[in-house]
């Protein structure tokens, strides 16, 4: 970023108070979620997003290797990942509570911006490849750790402990999010847990 570019933004960054670790993260990722509305994912450039947050676009490059990287970490702040599956004691409930708490976080005020940068990514591979890194792997990883606790308990057939099946549930609901209503009821969930997951990994 140029003296002029940060002029321009309120002043250069440089002769301010200087701002390390989580202050400097917060304002680049407030940048970020600002420049997303305005601009959208397609117009976003690490410069842009620098002159927002009055940063140096090399602070940026020395954090995020790329804008792709930058926007799902800023995105994670208002829709952080579950990484965590409920042990309820059952498959089933297992499964719900994580697809629940999934549903929470896509029903609540940063459903809209997480819909838009699904959309996005759909059309920019870069982007795809960090979504799928960030979001979509992980929730599959959980889904895997609730199949593997009914395989000890004799609820699930070892053979079912496969991507493919863990993220069938995943897909259905991520398909119902980007292109069905524009909430996740809990019924369609239990629907989802009772004739999708259930069915393909019986015991």
């Given at each position: 970023?140029?003296?002029?570019?940060?002029?321009?933004?309120?002043?250069?960054?440089?002769?301010?108070?200087?701002?390390?670790?989580?202050?400097?993260?917060?304002?680049?990722?407030?940048?970020?979620?600002?420049?997303?509305?305005?601009?959208?994912?397609?117009?976003?450039?690490?410069?842009?997003?620098?002159?927002?947050?009055?940063?140096?676009?090399?602070?940026?490059?020395?954090?995020?290797?790329?804008?792709?990287?930058?926007?799902?970490?800023?995105?994670?702040?208002?829709?952080?990942?579950?990484?965590e599956v409920p042990d309820t004691g059952t498959v089933r409930g297992d499964v719900?509570?994580?697809?629940?708490?999934?549903?929470?976080?896509?029903?609540?005020?940063?459903?809209?911006?997480?819909?838009?940068?699904?959309?996005?990514?759909?059309?920019?591979?870069?982007?795809?490849?960090?979504?799928?890194?960030?979001?979509?792997?992980?929730?599959?990883?959980?889904m895997l750790e609730a199949l593997r606790r009914g395989v000890?308990?004799?609820?699930?057939?070892?053979?079912?402990?496969?991507?493919?099946?863990?993220?069938?549930?995943?897909?259905?609901?991520?398909?119902?999010?980007?292109?069905?209503?524009?909430?996740?009821?809990?019924?369609?969930?239990?629907?989802?847990?009772?004739?999708?997951?259930?069915?393909?990994?019986?015991?």
């Amino acid at each position: 970023m140029t003296v002029a570019d940060a002029k321009q933004a309120g002043g250069d960054h440089r002769k301010g108070p200087r701002r390390r670790g989580d202050t400097l993260h917060a304002a680049i990722y407030e940048a970020t979620l600002a420049e997303l509305a305005d601009a959208g994912y397609a117009e976003l450039s690490m410069k842009s997003v620098a002159r927002r947050a009055r940063a140096s676009t090399a602070s940026l490059y020395r954090r995020w290797s790329s804008r792709a990287e930058l926007v799902v970490d800023a995105m994670r702040t208002r829709a952080p990942v579950v990484l965590e599956v409920p042990d309820t004691g059952t498959v089933r409930g297992d499964v719900l509570g994580f697809m629940r708490r999934v549903a929470e976080v896509l029903n609540g005020p940063a459903g809209e911006a997480v819909r838009g940068l699904m959309i996005e990514a759909m059309g920019d591979p870069e982007l795809r490849a960090v979504v799928r890194a960030r979001f979509v792997e992980p929730a599959t990883r959980c889904m895997l750790e609730a199949l593997r606790r009914g395989v000890v308990r004799g609820e699930v057939r070892p053979a079912a402990l496969t991507p493919v099946v863990a993220g069938a549930a995943i897909a259905v609901l991520r398909e119902q999010f980007l292109l069905g209503d524009r909430s996740l009821r809990d019924s369609f969930l239990v629907e989802v847990v009772d004739t999708v997951v259930l069915p393909l990994t019986r015991a």
